[in-house]
């Protein structure tokens, strides 16, 4: 594997410069991304100096570099983790054979449709918060929704080097709508759900890096698994970089959390919104509400595109090789409940059309951890309160639950049961409206909006009160 190369225009590690039709191809893409990231990336601060951290290497320990940059000159590249000349395809029918270094032809149009429906996600997000550094809560939060940005950028350069590289015309036109599609647009709306959903404030982002960027999490665990090996490598080392934002999602939501708890117990008798902070019952409803949308990402709960992603060997199981002995998934069930006449009914589906609701499940316990985390903060201060997660069939818009109505619980409830319970259970207008007036910027070092707590500490050593962003 050639280590990256930093002096060529697009930086990388695939020697980009032994195949000159590739390169000059992703050149002229070049332009065209930074025109899409000028027109819809972080608005009105590219000429600010970032604290941000760059790929130097794709080894575990050390890869990053971090320093100064201003956004449109950071090195968005390609890196892909090295090549395992002796690597098979772990699962599927093809299992054991010899992974592909090429598209197997008879794949390509599946493989194809994977990729950009990942590649998709990605300037998705960038999108969805664009206008949020106005608003930030500090510096160190600003630097680190640049951090998520600028990697969320990289990502698309991840995705469109495979477009490029293995998909000939169609891949190149694929990478040119990838820069056309504007998430919540409704004429060209993003691939995704969850990805034309507004990201109006910090809260949200918080909801989105912890609970969306998990979904991305696990979606790139699935890819890392492929029999098409340019696609397993290159999702492992995405993975190194997504770490970091979900750290964003969970830490920050975590310091809401304990800025609410300090409040509480300094003012026993009152409202915490009475003196700038979220009360916790409002901070459950976002949670509510992003996770239900996140679980959707996962599509449908019995799915024959699913099992054949499977049997192809394009897309696995988290952890496949890992975690399984069995790896054509071809004996045992998997337990699916139905909702027949009213009543939940557990029925039994052949475990390749499962994959789905496999990887979903992964998530949603990935998901139980921070709320764990945040548990304890609420215990460390004393307060009688627990975070939940809502049972994955509330409010879904994609599978089996779509149209009906469940509770929290994932009890069946009547329509106008649900809509009377809407405002308890999902961000009401007067949530958001409150939210939104706390969004305030604070914007000098070292200080903080009054609706959020400090970090226990600075990035890579840096103190609070270091300079992540130069305003
Ligand atoms: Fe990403
Ligand atoms: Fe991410």
């Known amino acids: 594997m050639a280590s990256i190369d930093y002096e060529s225009k697009i930086p990388n590690n695939v020697d980009l410069a032994a195949d000159k039709r590739l390169q000059r191809a992703l050149e002229k893409w070049q332009p065209e991304y930074l025109r899409w990231w000028q027109e819809m990336g972080p608005s009105d601060f590219a000429d600010r100096e970032i604290y941000l951290r760059t790929a130097v290497s794709v080894e575990s320990d050390g890869w990053a570099h971090f320093g100064h940059v201003r956004m449109p000159d950071y090195r968005w590249g390609i890196f892909l983790e090295p090549t395992d000349a002796d690597r098979r395809i772990p699962f599927g029918d093809n299992a054991g054979t010899p992974a592909w270094q090429e598209v197997p032809g008879e794949f390509r149009t599946e493989l194809r449709r994977l990729i950009v429906t990942q590649a998709d996600t990605e300037p998705a997000s960038v999108e969805q918060q664009r206008l949020l550094a106005h608003t930030a809560p500090s510096l160190y939060d600003m630097r680190n929704l640049f951090q998520v940005n600028v990697e969320e950028g990289r990502h698309l350069w991840a995705m469109v080097y495979l477009l490029h590289r293995y998909f000939g015309k169609d891949g190149r036109n694929e990478a040119d709508e990838l820069l056309e599609r504007r998430s919540g647009n409704p004429d060209r709306p993003r691939i995704l759900g969850t ?43 995405m993975l190194t970089e997504e770490a970091h934002h979900m750290f964003v999602g969970q830490t920050g939501i975590g310091r809401v959390i304990q800025r609410t708890c300090e409040v509480m117990n300094e003012f026993p008798d009152a409202d915490p919104s009475e003196h700038g902070a979220m009360p916790l019952e409002l901070i459950q409803r ?19 595109n699913a099992a054949n992603y499977f049997a192809a060997g394009l897309k ?19 337990t699916i409940e139905k909702l027949v006449d009213g009543k939940l009914v557990s029925e039994e589906v052949p475990l390749r059309n499962a994959m789905n609701e496999v990887l979903r499940s992964d998530y949603l316990d990935d998901n139980q951890k921070g709320v764990d985390y945040w548990n ?3 215990v460390r201060h004393g307060i009688d309160f627990r975070f939940r997660l809502p049972n994955r069939r509330f409010n879904r818009s994609i599978g089996l639950y779509t149209g009906l109505y469940f509770d929290l619980e994932g009890a069946p409830v009547s329509k106008a049961d649900f809509d009377a319970h809407h405002d308890q259970w999902l961000p009401s207008a007067a949530d958001r409206e409150y939210v939104q007036s706390l969004m305030v910027p604070c914007h000098q070092s070292g200080k903080w909006a009054g609706w959020i707590a400090p970090p226990a500490k600075g990035l890579n050593g840096q103190g609070l009160d270091f300079e992540y962003v130069r305003l």
């Open 376 to 378: 304890k903060i609420l």
């Open 195 to 237: 990805f034309n959903e507004p990201i109006q404030t910090w809260l949200d982002f918080f909801c989105f890096t912890m609970f969306t960027d998990r979904d991305g999490k696990f979606q790139l665990l699935a890819l890392a698994e492929s029999g098409f090996d340019p696609l397993a490598r290159t999702c492992r080392f």
């Open 286 to 304: 976002y949670i509510n509400f992003w996770v239900s949308s996140s679980t959707d990402l996962y599509g449908a709960e019995v799915s024959s």
């Open 316 to 334: 696995g199981r988290a952890y496949e090789e890992k975690k399984y002995q069995d790896h054509s998934a071809l004996e045992g069930g998997y």
